[in-house]
């Protein structure tokens, strides 16, 4: 009796550990299936901030999805969506503020999209990050600004030269807002001589890093990048949230592939790469 029980026993197991295993190829086949069948080259417009991250991630990316080539164009989100509408190809738009994203959004209101332009899917549009505006300074901080408050003083009556970005860039209008909010004109400053300006945030990060202005005001996660030191960031009441909006492009050339990368950006292993640099992965 023991012997047909220990032999019954041996069975059982037996039958488990195949019906594991099979479950486990058959598991690994499927996900080799669906990997497969996502493949070619995807172009991705982000924002010139998610240089360091993305270029990272596409690292990982790739592990997943071998057959899938990633080709970056990083810039500020107002020359990208210019080069969307003059006819650039791309597949995944990654914007620094939802004003560009707007732009190219044929379901957004009117008064956000007045020229009516359709060029992402809806469908696919999702708020990826958000980051915050931050007043930087070079090493040493020359003219002991240590926040936004003693900035605005400082600019009122004192020798003083601030680094920003221009006006087509999402930094530079985030910027323009936190004039707005101490009552500080951009023209009179301009006029002053106590501006510079950048055609991105990667130029104004520069800037500061070089020592060539007294501060400047990028967004948090390249000051992390660049090694810079924040003394203050920008309270939503300030310049509003500074999200991060993504959606791909109705014309895409490799929308599956395009999809694939956007869904991976949202994964666990994606948020741990923001996070480090300061980003807030949003959902």
């Not at 195949?18 to 669906?34: G, I, Q």
């Not at 990826?128 to 009122?156: D, M, R, T």
């Not at 055609?199 to 007294?214: C, I, M, R, Y």
């Not at 949230?241 to 592939?257: C, E, F, T």
Request: aromatic share 8%.
């Amino acid at each position: 009796m023991k012997k047909v029980f220990a032999l019954l026993l041996a069975l059982i197991l037996t039958l488990s550990i195949l019906t594991a295993c099979s479950s486990e190829k058959k598991d690994d086949s499927e996900k080799s299936d669906d990997t497969a069948s996502i493949k070619g080259e995807v172009v991705v417009f982000a924002a010139a901030s998610m240089t360091e991250t993305l270029t990272e991630l596409s690292d990982a990316f790739k592990e997943e999805y071998p057959d899938v080539e990633l080709t970056f164009n990083f810039d500020s989100s107002g020359t990208l969506k210019t080069q969307i509408v003059e006819g650039a190809d791309c597949d995944l738009f990654i914007s620094a503020a939802q004003k560009q994203m707007n732009e190219l959004d044929k379901t957004a209101d009117a008064e956000k999209n007045p020229d009516e332009l359709d060029y992402i899917d809806p469908d696919t549009r999702t708020d990826l990050l958000e980051n915050k505006v931050a007043l930087c300074v070079p090493e040493g901080n020359p003219k002991n600004i240590n926040s936004y408050e003693e900035l605005a003083k400082a600019l009122g009556d004192s020798e003083i030269l601030l680094a920003m970005g221009n006006a087509d860039v999402p930094v530079g209008q985030y910027t323009q807002k936190i004039f707005d909010y101490y009552n500080l004109s951009e023209d009179e400053l301009a006029a002053a001589g106590k501006l510079t300006y950048g055609s991105n945030v990667k130029e104004v990060t520069s800037q500061v890093a070089e020592g060539s202005v007294d501060c400047g005001i990028i967004y948090q996660t390249d000051a992390y990048s660049a090694d810079l030191t924040i003394v203050d960031t920008a309270t939503e009441e300030m310049c509003g949230q500074v999200i991060y909006p993504a959606a791909v492009m109705k014309n895409a050339k490799n929308a599956d592939a395009a999809a694939a990368f956007l869904k991976f950006l949202q994964s666990d292993k994606a948020k741990e790469v923001f996070e480090k640099v300061g980003f807030t992965p949003i959902g």
